[in-house]
């Protein structure tokens, strides 16, 4: 079956970086658009980031120019790397393999369960 498993999130202050990391498997992973979303607390999903089969990608406005996603279809694993960390970055964020490239949650078939980031102000 088809598990993705999240990791890499913590502690960071405001400002700081982190990059979290998604391994897929179960599937052939370089054939599915990947994405990145996360939800804060009381707040909707929304996506942040995804990147297709042939390297396009989407960003949200919000992260434009600090976080960059990226794959290694070799080790079946996606990366979101997150700079200049503001406050309201702070959520669970999840990763999704989907059909085709969006930042809309309702074509992505497969989601992980989350890794927690939070940014201290």
């Known amino acids: 079956q088809v598990q993705v498993v999240e990791s890499g999130g913590g502690l960071v202050q405001a400002g700081g970086s982190l990059t979290l990391s998604c391994t897929a498997s179960?599937?052939?992973?370089?054939?599915?658009?990947m994405g990145w979303f996360r939800q804060a607390p009381g707040k909707e999903r929304e996506g942040v980031a995804a990147?297709?089969?042939?390297?396009?990608?989407w960003y949200a406005d919000t992260v434009k120019g600090r976080f960059t996603i990226s794959r290694d279809n070799a080790k079946n694993t996606l990366y979101l790397q997150m700079n200049s960390l503001k406050a309201e970055d702070t959520g669970m964020y999840y990763c999704?393999?989907?059909?085709?490239?969006?930042?809309?949650?309702?074509?992505?078939?497969?989601w992980g369960r989350g890794t927690e980031v939070t940014v201290s102000s």
């Open positions: 990147i297709d089969s042939d390297a396009s990608v």
């Open positions: 179960g599937l052939t992973f370089s054939t599915y658009c």
């Open positions: 999704a393999a989907g059909r085709y490239g969006s930042l809309g949650s309702s074509v992505y078939d497969y």
